[in-house]
Structure formats: structure tokens, C-alpha cells
């Protein structure tokens, strides 16, 4: 039986996603053979459910997305409130003991020594030799990136190419706006039919696939294919098609979430990175968009009541005048035991979900539906075969993301609070994260020590985070050519860092100068 037509489950970031990758990729295909598209997506949204609207960051992959897309990067910016995103800062993960000033490192976006020349065991050298008065933060000396985010400065001038920029970038953006933008791009590209409706019951057929789906105002609607985007409902997949979730709130000990919008000046300098801050029991993030800030507070309530985590984001604001306005947020830490399951794909938070840490919700969802896009089943003969492979790289790569995750929390030298003190049981690491801790004692991480390309963060990744927090590799001896190349390459960065400097805009500059652009084309 030919699949000819597809039913997405939910609208919002994650059903919009899917969206544009699946009418992206069939049309594509349809193009190349020579034909008219055959397959009608058709899109379920609920008029009932609103956006979470939580999940405004995301990462440089996206790009790629928006630019398949069709969709032009100064639209994308003014539509979406959007701002430039080249980092996450961390700021007091690590013990502050007796420093003068909070412990910070970058997650930057550029590769760590970007002209070829791996800088990183140098780095522990002089490390070594400097002493914790002269040490310098890894990614201030191996990326010239630093110097931009510290200086407020945009990735790209305005008159650069759509997606291109001096530096590697993504974007803070305004979740509900976004999903509004992919919507229009959608259903006017890709002839994706938009339905408002509440789905009532979900058919199934005798071989336990899913027939149908019956709804308020449309009734029964039988279509080939489902994409369940209906967020942490799970409506297809946990409640109609009995998938297991996986829970793994005993790994990562945070749980809910207080969010809250608060209004900026026209005027107001706004990083091009996220600020996350940890306290006695989680993290805050801060996201600045053009007109606001969307900050929220997370953290695991065995270790904190929500009056206390109240009380925390208030002196963070510096007040309560917002008080009335938070939201608290449950996270349901865990994903699906399986992802594709019969004729049903899970996406977005009908997937999983991990926390907001290093925008894992709209990576993993827009990594998902690209890879279901980039080989979706002719015929009901391929399902069997994709269900299997989807799944097994799904299940790896969800497996490393909690990795990563939980590095972060692992790696901390607070002992503080139980939180902390918690997150350093080693039972809480799995096997491939154990063994990758032991080998990085003696060398600095390598792109062979990773075996897939299903992990969505590599070796650049981890070596800012694993050197941002101080992790004791031992540095290897180089000899008198290797450090004189050494030192050539971390000149070239300062030779650089002084070039974009001059070159590079403010970041509010740049965003106006963009918005404006859009306005006049």
C-alpha cells in the first residue's frame, strides 16, 4: 500500500518542524522524478491547546533548516523577535570559594581552534604552568568567538549572505511567533492543509497500527501515516499505541520550571548568548529577545520548595514585581522506550524530553524530523526496515544527549547544597560516559571517541565543557617544533580577534539593520 497521505498530531514548534521537513523532502523528491507531489500532509492542530512558548533557543543546526526551508533570515529575524545566539555562558557551576568574581566559562559555537591546529593539550600546558592566579578560561584562548560575545557583538554584518556569518550562530527566538512563521511556510509551499481540531479517539486497525483519528469538528479522518507532535499528551503513541516512557528523573534531578517574560528597553544591550546560572539546586537561564526577556528558573523540588525557588528567581530579577506572572512548569524527565512504533513517529515532547540545559527540545526534534524526512516510507513494505533504523538511532542519540546533560552537573566542584552533592554519584553516569571520563584523565577528547554521527554533541562540545569546568587532563610533553607551531596558531586567533573587532556590528545594530532590511524587500 502506497503511503500517500500524512497526518501530523499537534501544531507548535515540533509539528511545524515536521511540517516544512517532510513537505521540504517530498517535494524535493517529487522534483527530481519529475512529478507533482502526490502526498497530502495534513496538520491537526487543537484550538485549545496554546504554544508553551518556553523553548527559545536553539542551536547553529537550525540554520541549515530555515535555509532548506526556504524561509529568508531577515523575515525569520523580525518576524520571530529574534536575536543572535553564539554561546551559552555559565556562571557559578563551579564552587566560587574564595574568587573575587562569580566562576564563568562559554559554550561557544565556533569549533575550538579554528584554523586546524588543535590548541587544547598547549592550553593544559600553560595551565599547569601559570597557576590558578594566571589561568586563563579555555575558550577565551583557543576561539576568537569570546572576545565577540564578551564585546556584545552580532556573528555577521547585514549585508552578508543569508545564513552566513563570521561566526557560527543560532538563535533566541520567540517560540510562539516562530511556529506562526513555519506554519505560513508550510501550508503556502508545501500545500500542507491546516486543520483546527480536538482528536476524540484514535482508530486503530486490526494489525495495531493507527487507521484514524475521529475529532470534534471534522470526525473520522483516516490518513497513512501519523506524526504524533501532540507535546507530552503523547496522544498517539503513550496512550493509543501503549509505548512505554522511559523515566529519567533518578539521573537528572530537576523537574520543574518557573518562567517569566520580563519586558526590555528599546535601548537595552542584549547578549548574543544565554546566561545560565546555577543555584543551590538547578539552574536559571536568560534569554534576551529585541522587547523581552524570557527567564526561567529550574530545579528539582526534592531539593526545593516552590516557594523558595520563588523567592530565588525574585532576587535574581533584583525584585517581585513579575511575581504574579510566573509559571510553573512540570518537566517529565524521560523519553519514549521507542520512537517510531507501527505507522506512528514521535516528535518533539511526545518524544522525550531532557530540561532546557543547551537547548536539547528543538535540537532533538529538528534533528528527528530530518532525519525521518530525509528517508520516509513509499510504501507500507518499508515500514518494518525504518521503524528499526529510526529507532535505533534515536535511542543512541537520546542516550548521549543525557550524557552531555548530566556532565554538566557531574562535573561541579559545588558541595553546597544535597543537590550538588547528588549529582556527583557516579551511578547516576552510564557505561560510555564512564569510560570516556577515564580516557580523557590522559588525552584531551578527540573526534575518534565518538562513534556515530547520531551524537548531536561531538568533540567540540565537550571539549569546552569539560575545560570550562576545569577538568584535570594530564597535558602531554610537545616538543620544541610542535609548541613553536602552537604558539603561531594561538597568534593567528589574537590577529583575528583584533580583525572582527573592527569589522563585527554591535548586536542590537545589526538586528535593527536586518529587520529593516526585511521591511524593504
Given at each position: 500500500m502506497a503511503i500517500n497521505n500524512i497526518c501530523i498530531i499537534g501544531g507548535g514548534t515540533a509539528g511545524w518542524l515536521a511540517a516544512n521537513h517532510l513537505g521540504t523532502a517530498l517535494a524535493k523528491t517529487a522534483s527530481e522524478n519529475g512529478q507533482t507531489p502526490q502526498i497530502q500532509i495534513t496538520l491537526i492542530e487543537s484550538p485549545d491547546i496554546p504554544t508553551i512558548g518556553v523553548g527559545e533557543g536553539t542551536v547553529p543546526t537550525i540554520r541549515e533548516s530555515l535555509a532548506r526551508f526556504g524561509i529568508k533570515e531577515s523575515e525569520f529575524i523580525r518576524r520571530c523577535d529574534a536575536t543572535f545566539k553564539q554561546s551559552i555562558k555559565f556562571i557559578n557551576w563551579m564552587d566560587s570559594g574564595a574568587r573575587e568574581v562569580a566562576?564563568?566559562?562559554?559554550?561557544?559555537?565556533?569549533?575550538?581552534?579554528?584554523?586546524?591546529?588543535?590548541?587544547?593539550?598547549?592550553?593544559?600546558?600553560?595551565?599547569?604552568?601559570?597557576?590558578?592566579?594566571?589561568?586563563?578560561?579555555?575558550?577565551?584562548?583557543?576561539?576568537?568567538?569570546?572576545?565577540?560575545?564578551?564585546?556584545?557583538?552580532?556573528?555577521?554584518?547585514?549585508?552578508?549572505?543569508?545564513?552566513?556569518?563570521?561566526?557560527?550562530?543560532?538563535?533566541?527566538?520567540?517560540?510562539?511567533?516562530?511556529?506562526?512563521?513555519?506554519?505560513?511556510?508550510?501550508?503556502?509551499?508545501?500545500?500542507?492543509?491546516?486543520?483546527?481540531?480536538?482528536?476524540?479517539?484514535?482508530?486503530?486497525?486490526?494489525?495495531?497500527?493507527?487507521?484514524?483519528?475521529?475529532?470534534?469538528?471534522?470526525?473520522?479522518?483516516?490518513?497513512?501515516?501519523?506524526?504524533?507532535?501532540?507535546g507530552t499528551a503523547s496522544l498517539l503513541m503513550e496512550k493509543a499505541l501503549a509505548v512505554p516512557f522511559v523515566n529519567k528523573q533518578d539521573e537528572l534531578l530537576v523537574n520543574k520550571a518557573i518562567v517569566v517574560q520580563v519586558p526590555t528597553k528599546p535601548d537595552d544591550e542584549i547578549p548574543p548568548y544565554t546566561l545560565a546560572t546555577a543555584h543551590q539546586a538547578g539552574w536559571i537561564w536568560d534569554i534576551a529577545l529585541t522587547n523581552r526577556r524570557g527567564v526561567g528558573l529550574v530545579y528539582g523540588d526534592e531539593f526545593l520548595s516552590e516557594v523558595a525557588a520563588k523567592d530565588k528567581l525574585d532576587r535574581y530579577l533584583g525584585n517581585n514585581t513579575h511575581r504574579e506572572r510566573y509559571r510553573t512548569i512540570d518537566m517529565r524527565i524521560g523519553h519514549l522506550s521507542k520512537f517510531w512504533h507501527k505507522n506512528c513517529v514521535a516528535l518533539g515532547l511526545a518524544q522525550g524530553f531532557v530540561e532546557p540545559l543547551e537547548a536539547t527540545s528543538i535540537l532533538l526534534t529538528d534533528f528527528a524530523a530530518s532525519f525521518l524526512a530525509r528517508k520516509f516510507p513509499r510504501t507500507g513494505d518499508d515500514l518494518p526496515t525504518l521503524e528499526q533504523r529510526f529507532n535505533q538511532v534515536m535511542t543512541y542519540a537520546w542516550k548521549r544527549v543525557i550524557d552531555f546533560i548530566k556532565l554538566h552537573y557531574y562535573l561541579s566542584d559545588r558541595v553546597d547544597s544535597p543537590f550538588w552533592l547528588a549529582n556527583k554519584n557516579e551511578e547516576h553516569l552510564s557505561e560510555t560516559l564512564k569510560q570516556r571520563l577515564q580516557l580523557w584523565r590522559s588525552y584531551t577528547p578527540h573526534p575518534d571517541d565518538f562513534f556515530a554521527q547520531f551524537e548531536v554533541f561531538t568533540v567540540d562540545n565537550y571539549l569546552y565543557l569539560l575545560y570550562g569546568m576545569n577538568y584535570p587532563t594530564t597535558p602531554l610533553v610537545t616538543d620544541k617544533q610542535n609548541e613553536q607551531a602552537h604558539r603561531a596558531h594561538a597568534e593567528k586567533i589574537q590577529q583575528a580577534n583584533q580583525y572582527l573587532k573592527q569589522k563585527l556590528p554591535s548586536h542590537r545594530q545589526a538586528l535593527e539593520e536586518l529587520a529593516f532590511r526585511s521591511h524593504t524587500k
Open positions: 566562576h564563568s566559562f562559554h559554550h561557544l559555537f565556533d569549533a575550538p581552534s579554528p584554523f586546524g591546529h588543535d590548541l587544547s593539550n598547549y592550553w593544559l600546558q600553560n595551565q599547569m604552568n601559570a597557576g590558578a592566579a594566571n589561568s586563563k578560561e579555555y575558550a577565551k584562548f583557543v576561539a576568537p568567538q569570546w572576545h565577540s560575545c564578551e564585546r556584545k557583538l552580532a556573528p555577521k554584518t547585514a549585508d552578508m549572505s543569508d545564513y552566513k556569518g563570521a561566526h557560527a550562530y543560532a538563535y533566541h527566538l520567540n517560540a510562539a511567533k516562530f511556529a506562526e512563521l513555519l506554519s505560513e511556510n508550510a501550508t503556502s509551499k508545501f500545500d500542507v492543509k491546516h486543520l483546527k481540531a480536538n482528536v476524540v479517539e484514535v482508530e486503530l486497525a486490526q494489525n495495531g497500527a493507527i487507521a484514524a483519528v475521529h475529532t470534534e469538528n471534522h470526525g473520522r479522518l483516516a490518513f497513512d501515516f501519523f506524526v504524533d507532535c501532540s
